[in-house]
T-cell receptor, first 112, second 113 residues
């Protein structure tokens, strides 16, 4: 079945550091890929998405490129801020067309 | 506009009791989803409603779990004879029929003692 694997956290970075959170997936067909973010005390929010191979999703300085050849959707940001501290979830939407299949989540802590 | 709302925000119950969790989707959204977020299993899909179509219940973990959606809007997730392993945060999401972005509510944290 479909599955998502993302790097385990917690990840601790200093402000302005470069961020990469790895995400790989297993799916049949051509899934859509997502990154969701959960800030402390808040609900899940969509951060960015990509619906086909080679698409790049971007939002708030974060980027991720849908790589079909490596079945990956790594999240990157060039310069993190303290306010980026949150839990990040990689997810795919496969053949059902509606059920999201999430990774375990990666906790990010950015220190001043 | 208003987002997805869920109630209660926290629920503590005793093993064996029944609980009902409520979800109010974004107005006009025809699709509604329930997920469960637990330490051991991460985020799991439970059930999906789309308009008046039969729901997809394939993610429900046992027959103690059921859900309904009245009038195509509010949804209730019911857990009968709760067990300690049911302790989790239950998340509701909604989306428009034509889009696939799911908007999540703040969740209900269920603790079964």
């Amino acid at each position: 079945g479909d599955s998502v694997t993302q790097m385990e956290g917690p990840v601790t970075l200093s402000e302005e550091a470069f961020l990469t959170i790895n995400c790989t997936y297993t799916a049949t067909g051509y899934p859509s890929l997502f990154w969701y973010v959960q800030y402390p005390g808040e609900g899940l929010q969509l951060l960015l998405k990509a619906t086909k191979a080679d698409d790049k999703g971007s939002n708030k300085g974060f980027e991720a490129t849908y790589r079909k050849e490596t079945t990956s959707f790594h999240l990157e940001k060039g310069s993190v801020q303290v306010s980026d501290s949150a839990v990040y979830f990689c997810a795919l939407m496969g053949g059902s067309g509606y059920a999201l299949n999430f990774g375990k989540g990666t906790s990010l802590l950015v220190t001043p | 506009g208003a987002g997805v709302s869920q109630s209660p925000s926290n629920k503590v119950t005793e093993k064996g009791k029944d609980v009902e969790l409520r979800c109010d989707p974004i107005s006009g959204h025809t699709a509604l989803y329930w997920y469960r977020q637990s330490l051991g299993q991460g985020l799991e899909f439970l059930i999906y409603f789309q308009g008046n179509s039969a729901p997809d219940k394939s993610g429900l973990p046992s027959d103690r779990f059921s859900a309904e959606r009245t009038g195509g809007s509010v949804s209730t997730l019911t857990i009968q004879r709760t067990q300690q392993e049911d302790s989790a945060v239950y998340l509701c999401a909604s989306s428009s029929r034509t889009g696939n972005e799911q908007f999540f509510g703040p969740g209900t944290r269920l603790t079964v003692l």
